[in-house]
């Protein structure tokens, strides 16, 4: 099983669409690990996004992060980030395929309602970003595990 951080920028939680976007990674099959809600500090939206400190839209990207309240979830699956990354959508919501979030949700390149982790290594720094605090992450078996995967031959 592999765990994955997934946040619902400003613009998923002003147009109303933090409860059908969640909706989508539990249909998936996804197990939600940790959730919260909060206008995170300048500082976490920086170190978030420092690998894009350099570039030229790095400043209205960390301004949009801290315009309003942002949803952290962390989901674990199997290929989790894979899975994840597939049912959010091409970055550029114009070019997202249709069924992808970005796809059915969005218009814009910028305002593109999610991030999701890119790997695994990107994957581990974000949930301590998001989820640095003991308690913040829950391993819990859901009673329909049996039926969302084989448990014999692709969780053994």
């Known amino acids: 099983m592999e765990r994955t951080l997934v946040l ?3 613009d998923a939680l002003q147009r109303h669409l933090v409860g059908p976007i969640l909706s989508r990674f539990e249909q998936k099959g996804l197990k939600l690990a940790g959730l919260k809600m909060r206008s995170f ?20 990207l960390v301004s949009f992060m801290t315009s309003g309240p ?19 959508g091409a970055t550029n919501a114009r070019e ?20 999701a982790s890119d790997g695994p290594e990107a994957a581990e720094k974000e949930l301590g970003l998001f989820f640095a605090e003991a308690g913040d992450l829950i391993d819990w078996e859901p009673i329909d595990l049996g039926w969302t995967y084989n448990v014999e031959e692709e969780l053994s």
């Open 8 to 10: 619902l920028k400003p």
């Open 41 to 60: 500090p300048l500082e976490t939206i920086q170190r978030h996004y420092s690998d894009h400190a350099d570039k030229p839209f790095y400043g209205n």
């Open 70 to 88: 942002v949803v952290a979830m962390a989901f674990d699956g199997k290929d989790a980030i894979k899975v994840v990354r597939t049912l959010v």
């Open 96 to 115: 997202a395929a249709p069924g992808t979030i970005r796809g059915d949700y969005g218009m814009s390149f910028s305002n593109n309602m999610v991030h």
